[in-house]
């Protein structure tokens, strides 16, 4: 039979210290240097585009873009003119829009990739999930 002096440590205690070591050990190998990512996968025919061909074809191939345009744009055309002129115009204006938009959002994913790829960011990101890791073991561990 124990005696009232021995301790056990509780299922939630044991998954505070599991948590600690998890981050201490992410922390730790920050220090060895992080490996480069290298991938291989398969790839859609269409990735070859790059960001903004992948774009332009999703949006183009979107068919909710076919109701938004069957929907919206007859409010936009003048019964007593020609409809095949403003179609025409409101065609090259969302054409103008969609890419600038696009060529807008291929820059600043463009530029993330280039700043995540470094190993510094990784590095960083390693430091910060093993310092949250052993945050949340210490919190786990001596919760109530």
Known sequence: ??????????????????????????????????????????????????????????NILNPKAASVYLSLVPQFLASHRSVAPQIATLAVVHVAV???????????VAAARTAIDTPRFRRGMSRLAGAVLVGLGIRTATAS
Do not use: C, D, E, H
């Not at 124990?2 to 050990?25: C, E, F, K, N």
């Not at 990512?37 to 332009?56: A, D, E, I, N, Y």
């Open 98 to 108: 969609v890419l600038v938009w696009l060529l807008f959002w291929t820059s600043v």
């Open 1 to 58: 039979m124990p005696t009232s002096r021995s301790w056990r440590p509780t299922r939630r205690q044991r998954g505070g210290v599991y948590l600690i070591w998890l981050g201490v050990t992410t922390w730790r190998s920050t220090r060895r240097g992080v490996k480069p990512v290298v991938r291989k996968r398969w790839r859609l025919p269409w990735t070859q585009l790059g960001g903004f061909g992948q774009g332009l074809w999703s």
